[in-house]
């Protein structure tokens, strides 16, 4: 993360086939004086740069990244996430057909060329007995202008990129392709001018080849864009307009002339263009692309509803509030786009694999012309399985196994209302063994009722309620808003207190009316040193109670009871069922948590436990040697949600819980704890499934494209047949990830 001496910029980045391009634009970034920080994502083809301002630019940066063989432009004033930096692939499907098609006749006029007669040679004689009876030199110049013609037409990028590549000492994908074409087609070219016996030409493995790279790459270019998807809902969902209201007068104003306080009109069917609160109508409000919450939602005056969100059925009258990059949306974006870009730990190994793939292959290739031109003394031969050895190998798989994966599972769960902070934090959740969940507002609602108010002296009790209401009105705590709702609910009126302390998972101490006030539990009192009176009956099971102290007397307490959430016995079986050991923290009272814990299932409780002491508790169950999950979503989660080997922060607790959270859960239902560990293991298991298919793919297809199983089975591959392997190997990895787009979670 940047800190305040350094900036973030994100660069478009146009000309990276494969992870090998990734590895030569991270290594000339980072090898830009001033820059901290720099990571390339080879999906959405952009670059994440932290750098010192003062010593270097985003000028600079652009610069080092064309002086590693490829191209940037500056960005615009959007989001990376709408930056177009790679053409659609449409005009390269067109190449890529176009290709295909004249290799096929390339390879059928060039049949009579052929030293041996086959089976398919007398099956074309008796179809096609012009072409037997055409001049071999006509077939050869033939097939050697429509070669020329084609390939710089289709495949001059392929060209430019590799020469681009060997100007500034680079290799990749792109050299192993033009390589490998080059050197058949120079062969074949020889062949033509210089017709000898026994010499063939291979323009048809020259198109061929080059035809199925294009139609992979555009297949590709398209499962990109299938897997970047969930991004491009969230960009669409920004308005560019809104109606303003001023004086009564209603204007419609490019957004960027909104400011806090506006009055803006939305109609139903509009999107809402800001964050803002309901001062006039009433509808129902469809927050799903942004919580997962499929059911609309009713907001009426005083109503909260969010930028992006699809006002249904009426026009309401809204107060701006949070403007561009401060909105829900902007936040949920920027969120899913730095998650999209980050690095699994399960990614270093196909790092490192990556980064000496294409020297590796070189060698390989020179290996097997030399070995059999040595042992077969033939030229076509040694020349045809170097070339298939050349095109087979693919860096892109192994690049691609583990981003698109990731790619489309943050997309995913950010449509089901689950934001992953990044790779490192989805892995951690795919492998944990114990849930820790925090009782108040993750278990249960949140919104403790306040069921009575019980003094302890001569003030009575409204008095005495009006001041706890002034002491905890600027607390976010569950308890504090039963208090407050209490007291409003009365009628009462108090003024604003002096000195709030807020003392986690204690209580507060505030200075009221001249009294100095002390609200919280018993524990609070007891540091004091403050007894509590005799006789006073313990609290109904249930119920949590908050104990008040005047002036170091005791004055009242307060007891308030909260609700189970609906789906909260559903989703801590699921996790049981999962092999999830689970269990309840809570700074509550044993008598106020064992019914909850009971009604949700659970049967590890340990209640009374401050912040330290749950942040003990973690650390204790880790000394054990067990993977720990923490789910909360207050102040008094924060240090346990950052110990935890993964913290799951509840969507409407507090800030700071948020950003200690490695999830994120954007509705406040148990039932996305299970779905968010459910989605993780999946989507580790399809990572899992790419990386061996790509390492499998290129360990047994380079040996078999070499010609391992020619000596005993006769065996050979052809090169424009490992061309299509090749071409199609990344598709294969891109379509097993977009799997995950249709994933359900099971409860």
């Not at 994908?173 to 074409?181: E, K, Q, Y």
């Not at 490192?352 to 030399?370: E, K, Y």
């Not at 209302?417 to 969940?437: D, I, T």
């Not at 298991?685 to 290129?698: D, E, P, S, T």
Request: charged content about 15%; overall charge negative.
């Amino acid at each position: 993360m940047a800190d305040d001496a350094t900036e973030l910029v994100t660069l478009p980045v146009v000309g990276m086939t494969c992870a090998a391009c990734q590895h030569h634009v991270e290594d000339a970034l980072r090898a830009t004086a001033g820059v901290a920080e720099a990571r390339v994502d080879l999906m959405a083809h952009r670059a994440r740069v932290t750098f010192d301002p003062t010593v270097s630019g985003p000028e600079a940066l652009v610069a080092a990244i064309r002086s590693a063989g490829y191209d940037a432009v500056l960005p615009r004033g959007e989001s990376a996430g709408e930056q177009e930096s790679e053409p659609s692939g449409g005009g390269s499907a067109e190449k890529a057909y176009t290709m295909l098609a004249a290799g096929a006749i390339a390879m059928f006029a060039a049949m009579p060329l052929g030293t041996e007669m086959g089976t398919l040679d007398h099956w074309l004689m008796r179809g096609l007995p012009w072409l037997y009876a055409a001049p071999p030199d006509g077939l050869r110049w033939g097939l050697l202008l429509m070669t020329v013609v084609l390939v710089p037409w289709a495949a001059r990028g392929i060209f430019v990129n590799a020469w681009r590549g060997v100007l500034h000492r680079t290799t990749n994908m792109n050299t192993l392709v033009a390589l490998g074409t080059s050197v058949a087609f120079l062969y074949s070219a020889y062949a033509t001018v210089f017709p000898a016996p026994g010499m063939q030409v291979y323009y048809d493995a020259v198109l061929l080849i080059l035809g199925f790279l294009l139609l992979g790459k555009s297949l590709e270019v398209r499962a990109k864009r299938r897997a970047m998807a969930a991004l491009d809902s969230l960009s669409r969902m920004k308005t560019v307009t809104a109606r303003r209201i001023v004086d009564g007068v209603e204007t419609l104003v490019p957004l960027e002339e909104i400011r806090p306080g506006d009055n803006v009109v939305v109609l139903p069917g509009e999107r809402f263009p800001v964050d803002a609160t309901v001062v006039d109508g009433r509808t129902t409000v469809d927050e799903s692309m942004l919580t997962g919450e499929s059911t609309p939602l009713e907001r009426g005056v005083g109503g909260r509803v969010l930028a992006g969100s699809l006002n249904y059925d009426g026009a309401v009258v809204c107060r701006a509030e949070s403007l561009g990059e401060a909105t829900v949306l902007a936040q949920i974006t920027r969120m899913v786009e730095q998650a999209q870009g980050s690095r699994a730990p399960m990614e270093r190994l196909a790092d490192r694999a990556s980064a000496i793939f294409v020297p590796v292959v070189l060698g390989l290739a020179l290996l097997t012309f030399v070995a059999w031109m040595a042992s077969a003394r033939s030229l076509p031969l040694a020349l045809a399985n170097t070339v298939a050895v050349l095109v087979i190998a693919c860096p892109c798989a192994m690049g691609l196994a583990v981003p698109a994966a990731l790619t489309v599972a943050v997309g995913r769960g950010a449509q089901l209302g689950v934001l992953f902070k990044g790779g490192e934090a989805l892995e951690r959740l795919a492998n944990l063994n114990v849930v820790v969940l925090d009782k108040t507002g993750t278990l249960t609602v949140g919104r403790p009722v306040l069921e009575g108010v019980h003094p302890l002296g001569d003030m009575d009790s409204d008095r005495l309620l009006a001041l706890a209401a002034a002491a905890e009105e600027r607390s976010n705590h569950p308890l504090a808003h039963a208090i407050v709702d209490g007291a409003k609910a009365r009628g009462l009126k108090w003024e604003a207190a002096d000195g709030v302390q807020v003392l986690p998972g204690r209580g507060l101490m505030a200075t009221v009316e001249g009294h100095e006030c002390l609200l919280g539990n018993e524990a609070l009192l007891g540091e004091y040193f403050i007894s509590l009176p005799a006789g006073v009956p313990a609290a109904a099971p249930g119920v949590t109670r908050l104990w008040m102290a005047l002036d170091q007397k005791p004055a009242a307490y307060f007891d308030a009871r909260d609700a189970l959430r609906p789906d909260a016995r559903a989703a801590v079986g699921a996790l049981q069922e999962s092999g999830l050991r689970v269990l309840m923290l809570t700074g509550d009272s044993a008598a106020a948590a064992a019914p909850m814990a009971a009604a949700a299932g659970l049967v590890e409780v340990e209640a009374g436990l401050d912040p330290a002491g749950k942040l003990a508790r973690v650390r204790q169950l880790q000394q054990g040697g067990l993977r720990v999950g923490m789910v909360g979503d207050g102040i008094n989660d924060a240090g346990a949600l950052a110990q935890a080997d993964a913290g799951i922060a509840m969507g409407t607790g507090a800030d700071l819980a948020q950003e200690a959270g490695d999830v994120l859960l954007l509705r406040a239902q148990p039932s996305a704890i299970p779905a968010a560990l459910s989605l993780a293991r999946a989507t580790l298991g399809v990572m899992r499934q790419n990386l061996g298919w790509a390492a499998g793919y290129n360990l047994l297809g380079i040996p078999l494209a070499a010609g391992v199983l020619y000596p005993a089975f006769h065996v050979l591959l052809s090169p424009w047949i490992a061309a299509a392997a090749m071409a199609f190997s990344s598709v294969s990895v891109l379509a097993n990830s977009l799997r995950l787009r249709r994933w359900q979670a099971g409860i």
